[in-house]
């Protein structure tokens, strides 16, 4: 059995940990989605913090960035750990499937601290491109994910596979 997971929304805090990062940018909420939004969700295109920097004024907040993404850990909900804990006994491959901009996501998953429990960890602007990989009829194949939209449209492409919705 392979169990997938998705990082935002389903084992990390994304909401707060945007809190904590436009006040260690200097910048407020409102100011960091308008620009989110304008740049990269209505654009289709995953968030990138270095691009999101340039639209903001630069490369100078970045350099400070460094230790704040070392330890993310307080962003990860804590039932995360015994979620992972307990696949990893059931599971022969844990594998951590993440939408977005690979050095973003990279920093984020690094800095939460469970990079340990995936055996392998994917950075992808398409989750169902990188599930065709996978996917077999042959092997029970799991998704945990937050987004029912995404989910529908998985289970569409792969009936076989199972979807658990957090």
């Known amino acids: 059995m392979i169990i997938f997971f998705d990082f935002d929304d389903t084992l990390f805090d994304r909401e707060k940990f945007i809190s904590a990062l436009t006040k260690e940018l200097g910048i ?40 704040f993404f070392r330890d993310l850990s307080a962003f990860v909900y804590p039932e995360s750990y015994q979620l992972l804990q307990e696949s990893r006994r059931q599971a022969d491959k844990l594998i951590l499937l993440s939408y977005g901009d690979e050095e973003m996501q ?20 398409d989750k169902a491109e990188s599930l065709k990989e996978w996917y077999s009829e042959k092997e029970r194949i799991i998704f945990i994910n937050d987004k029912s939209e995404e989910n529908e449209r998985i289970k569409n492409l792969f009936p076989g596979l199972e979807i658990i919705k957090i």
């Not at 989110?36 to 907040?61: A, M």
């Not at 990279?106 to 992808?124: H, N, Q």
Request: glycine residues 10%; without cysteine.
């Open 28 to 67: 407020s909420q409102e100011e960091f989605l308008k620009d989110y939004n304008r740049h990269f969700k209505d654009r289709g295109r995953p968030y990138s913090l270095k691009k999101h920097l340039e639209f903001l004024g630069g490369s100078r907040r970045e350099r400070g960035l460094d230790h």
């Open 106 to 125: 990279s920093k984020k998953i690094r800095g939460s601290g469970l990079t340990e429990y995936f055996d392998k960890i994917i950075v992808t602007s």
